[in-house]
């Protein structure tokens, strides 16, 4: 099955849509964690639930956490000693966050945690987490290569001091941090210059709002031992999610507004809308509780946009470099090749294959102006590859997708959502339609 977008056309002037975003991942699997070694009850109020969220919580239930899941309401029963359960399988799918964050967790029970993913897990960079958890004094049993399945010897991890190299991934080093509270001494960990920064900020965030204080000079996390306290905590909407609604405003001339998302969010890839937009011509307001964007006339280049901090807006912006009115080109990306898929490669070859010009290397990639035509976009099993070419898709007729159901990741309604914005802007086709 495929997804085919139809062809829009631009009105005359910006008409305003209300975009509901579900909940963030990353926050929603922080939150898990953190839960999870609460003293009480949390419960999660509207919760994300996608595909790596599920597996985030089916993992620590067979951890041995109590956890029920309700339409608005997921609720975890904390222990702040670790995993009640002596033995555990965990499978994490394709959620390269639980693959990375159950590990950590694991090594603070007693006993022996099994932890595997699917294929496309298996295939995604583990070493810098191993080689932590090692030099903690973990024992952990690899498989060839340090990837997946791993076996996980729990012994009440004590903690101590580390270097951790998060230059690939900073979940590395957001996995260490959020079970540090746990570890009879705490946690002083090294990682000079993290890749997705903001994400690490995100993680020191969230502990402090559950009760539990840190530092960072920079290049050295300091944190004690602690408890976090149970509470009641809404999950904000998913700034990642969000940038292809600000896009596909961006490249049609409307205008749209993502409520829950504001200048009080802690999400660093917010900063597609306040920064990237801004330097295309859109206009950008910022509330307490509300992003919106209104797109120009005609989208101007941003030139050169390093997004090392922002990598997974890389290709929601790379969709809509077409429509500029110059080049893009955008660097510092290099952590892209090793996500779901290699994303510098499938979105160039997606936008390839509808006759755009483009040009990669190791970290960067650059796209020309042009007029896409419609094809058969290949996702590589990766929900933002899907989303990305959605948005282009609001302007080129033709463009179907090889698995449109790998949306599931994070946002299962992502279609249904996209054709009611098209339908809302009176795009022609009303937005998608399903085809064999």
Not at 16 to 38: D, E, F, H, Q, Y
Not at 219 to 226: D, K, N
Not at 392 to 410: H, N
Request: aromatic letters at 6%; hydrophobic letters at 40%; glycine letters at 8%.
């Amino acid at each position: 099955m495929s997804v085919e977008l139809g062809e829009p056309r631009m009105i005359s002037a910006p008409r305003t849509v209300v975009a509901r975003v579900p909940g963030s991942k990353s926050i929603m699997a922080r939150a898990l964690l953190i839960a999870a070694l609460a003293e009480g009850t949390t419960r999660l109020v509207a919760p994300l639930a996608a595909a790596d969220t599920v597996a985030f919580a089916e993992g620590l239930d067979s951890l041995g956490f109590r956890v029920t899941r309700e339409p608005d309401v997921w609720a975890v029963t904390g222990d702040p000693t670790g995993p009640p359960a002596p033995e555990a399988t965990v499978w994490c799918h394709d959620s390269g966050t639980a693959a990375r964050f159950v590990p950590a967790l694991a090594a603070l029970g007693l006993g022996r945690y099994v932890i595997d993913a699917s294929a496309q897990m298996r295939a995604r960079p583990m070493g810098p987490l191993l080689t932590a958890l090692r030099g903690l004094g973990v024992r952990v049993d690899a498989a060839p290569g340090n990837g997946l399945p791993w076996v996980v010897h729990g012994s009440r991890l004590a903690g101590g001091a580390i270097e951790v190299d998060a230059a690939v991934s900073s979940q590395y080093l957001s996995a260490l941090c959020l079970s540090a509270p746990a570890m009879r001494d705490g946690l002083k960990v090294q990682a000079p210059n993290p890749v997705s920064a903001p994400y690490v900020h995100l993680t020191l965030t969230m502990m402090r709002q559950f009760g539990v204080e840190s530092s960072w000079d920079g290049s050295t996390i300091t944190i004690p031992p602690g408890i976090y306290q149970a509470q009641e905590y809404r999950i904000e909407p998913d700034a990642s999610t969000a940038s292809y609604f600000f896009a596909a405003a961006a490249v049609t001339g409307n205008t749209v507004t993502v409520p829950g998302l504001g200048r009080r969010s802690s999400q660093g890839d917010l900063r597609f809308a306040t920064e990237v937009l801004p330097t295309m011509g859109c206009r950008v307001d910022v509330d307490d509780d509300s992003v919106t964007v209104t797109g120009p006339p005609r989208l101007r280049s941003p030139g050169t946009v390093a997004m090392r901090d922002i990598s997974d807006t890389m290709m929601t912006l790379a969709a809509i470099a077409p429509f500029a009115d110059a080049p893009t080109r955008i660097t510092d990306v290099g952590n892209c090749r090793v996500k779901e898929s290699d994303r510098i490669d499938a979105i160039t070859t997606a936008l390839t294959a509808c006759g755009v010009s483009t040009r990669s290397g190791p970290d960067w990639l650059e796209i020309d102006p042009g007029t896409p035509t419609g094809a058969l976009v290949q996702t590589r099993s990766d929900h933002r590859i899907a989303m990305s070419m959605s948005v282009a898709g609001l302007r080129t007729p033709g463009i179907e997708f090889d698995e449109p159901s790998c949306v599931g990741k994070t946002f299962p309604q992502f279609h249904q959502e996209f054709a009611a914005l098209a339908r809302a802007w009176d795009l022609p086709s009303g937005g998608t339609r399903n085809s064999v």
